[in-house]
């Protein structure tokens, strides 16, 4: 598996790696940012970025200040700083960013961003936030996984009834995620864990609400199922996993896999 | 206390009027820096300019300067600005307090007094009662000055009052008019850039993109404070203030940059 990751955030990814390596997956290499790699141009992101909600064109037209960011961003690593972009259009582009040798599925490329991501959903007519970006690259969004699944329906009533936001966060913190939340590293490894049964089998949910590959709508369901109890995984894709480790480094057993 | 003034004619104080606004328009005429709208980002952008010598010339199209600083939320007049914004109000000398962690709580008046204060002191003209009425445009659609005229003449129905506006000239012009982004909206209508209107989503890090996308959006402008988020389409912000007195800044250091 390869690993593209903000090197500001490297700490944080680095403890998620520590569940992985604890669940037996050791094959795994840590690279640089994949908007560093030559040929990704500011106008290409400017024009993914998600300027309305409501429009399914993400940016029709772009401005040479949006640029001016855009590049200005990835020479001072400065991503991170609020804007959404089209999750689909941004993994295609990052594609072809990889090398022939990265982008073979058995290479399991994820790359690992503190920007937003959304995706269109024709049901409702809307952008939406998400955590993760199945495909190749598979895209991860740090911010997404705080802010994608929603939060309790009391902490928005109360927020729109005026109660400040810190204090919501400070009384319902074992209800949903922060930034610097101590349970975002061992949340991202359960992602990631989604990511590398993607990259495995091509589905990376399970309906299992405790297992780890459960798909997450709400900010509590996230926190009960990257959860390691009852389990991290449920029977049958523990049974996967098994094989997988089998597979990847001969025969290896997963440590301390509940 | 007895206190006897001196004795003038009605003569001599319009007099007085008359020449001291006309010596110092005189000099405006054609100004280093025209900033559009006299709020927290546009007087904190003309007090960047001034403070290095340049002549900085804020168009306000109220009797009164400061546009939404002297009030927070809900018409209470404490204002809020949340960390790095704190270092411009220990620079203005505004107190404050932190009400919880990196967020620092102001008294409105003090605050937008002091910037004001602050914005004079470092040179800044204002023409207030003025409203912006157009750009002038040059080579390639270069801002070059902006079209202005007193703001009862606009306010009274054209039939009453024909009154032709002004150009002033300027080397740069700064967008300060907050969401209206009215000297932005006139190029939009000439139909030389677009904008996008600001957004609906609600994040965090909104103020952060304020400061990040202030600068030149077109030759000859600059864009800061709310009207940022007008031109790129950025989320909207609640009753917070740092980012406007740092993108403020920030346009001033371009302005100066390209003086």
């Not at chain 2, 319009?14 to 000099?27: C, D, H, M, N």
């Not at chain 2, 927290?40 to 300019?49: E, F, Q, T, V, Y």
């Not at chain 2, 959006?217 to 864009?223: A, T």
């Amino acid at each position: 598996m390869i690993l593209f990751i903000c090197m500001r955030e490297r700490e944080k990814i680095e403890e998620s790696l520590d569940y992985l390596k604890n669940w037996g997956w050791e094959n795994i290499y840590l690279k640089d940012c994949l908007y560093k790699r030559r040929g990704i141009r500011g106008e290409e992101l400017a024009r993914i970025r998600v300027v309305n909600p409501e429009d399914p064109l993400p940016n029709p037209s772009i401005l040479p200040g949006e640029v001016r960011f855009e590049e200005k961003r990835i020479e001072d690593c400065a991503c991170g700083k609020g804007n959404v972009y089209c999750g689909y259009r941004l993994t295609r582009f990052l594609a072809y960013s990889l090398d022939p040798q990265e982008r073979r599925l058995s290479s399991m490329p994820v790359f690992i961003t503190p920007d937003y991501v959304a995706t269109w959903d024709s049901s409702d007519l809307r952008w939406h936030l998400r955590y993760a970006i199945f495909s190749i690259p598979t895209l991860v969004s740090l911010r997404g996984i705080v802010e994608a699944p929603a939060r309790p329906r009391e902490f928005y009533i109360s927020r729109r009834m005026g109660v400040d936001t810190r204090r919501l966060e400070e009384k319902m913190k074992d209800d949903f995620l922060t930034h610097e939340d101590r349970r975002l590293s061992r949340v991202l490894a359960g992602i990631i864990l989604q990511a590398i049964f993607y990259f495995r089998i091509g589905n990376p949910f399970c309906e299992d609400r405790e297992c780890s590959l459960f798909h997450a709508h709400w900010q509590r369901e996230l926190l009960s199922s990257q959860d390691d109890n009852p389990y991290t995984l449920c029977p049958y894709h523990r049974n996967l996993w098994q094989e997988f480790l089998h597979k990847e480094g001969g025969i290896r057993y997963a440590k301390n896999l509940s | 206390m007895k206190v006897k003034f001196s004795e003038v004619s009605e003569r001599d104080i319009t007099w007085a009027i008359v020449s001291g606004f006309a010596r110092e328009f005189e000099k405006f005429v054609r100004s280093d820096c025209i900033v559009v709208g006299g709020g927290p980002s546009g007087l904190m952008a003309a007090r960047k300019i001034a403070s290095k010598g340049k002549k900085a010339l804020v168009i306000e199209r109220n009797n009164y300067l400061g546009g939404g600083f002297w009030i927070g939320g809900f018409l209470m007049n404490k204002i809020t600005v949340r960390h790095p914004g704190e270092r411009i109000l220990k620079e203005l000398g505004i107190p404050f307090e932190e009400e919880t962690r990196d967020l620092f709580v102001a008294d409105g008046p003090h605050a937008c007094s002091k910037l004001i204060a602050s914005a004079c002191e470092a040179g800044v003209k204002i023409l207030n009662m003025a409203s912006f009425e157009d750009v002038v445009l040059r080579e390639e659609n270069r801002v070059g000055g902006v079209v202005i005229n007193w703001t009862p003449v606009q306010a009274l129905p054209r039939e009453i009052t024909c009154v032709d506006p002004i150009a002033l000239e300027a080397e740069v012009v700064i967008d300060a008019t907050g969401h209206d982004a009215c000297v932005v909206k006139k190029l939009e209508e000439r139909g030389i850039l677009k904008t996008k209107g600001f957004g609906g989503m609600w994040v965090e890090k909104s103020e952060d993109l304020i400061v990040e996308y202030t600068g030149e959006v077109h030759p000859g402008l600059v864009v800061c404070g709310m009207a940022v988020s007008t031109v790129y389409g950025l989320p909207r912000m609640g009753p917070t203030f740092g980012a406007m007195l740092l993108s403020g800044e920030k346009a001033g250091e371009e302005v100066l940059s390209r003086l």
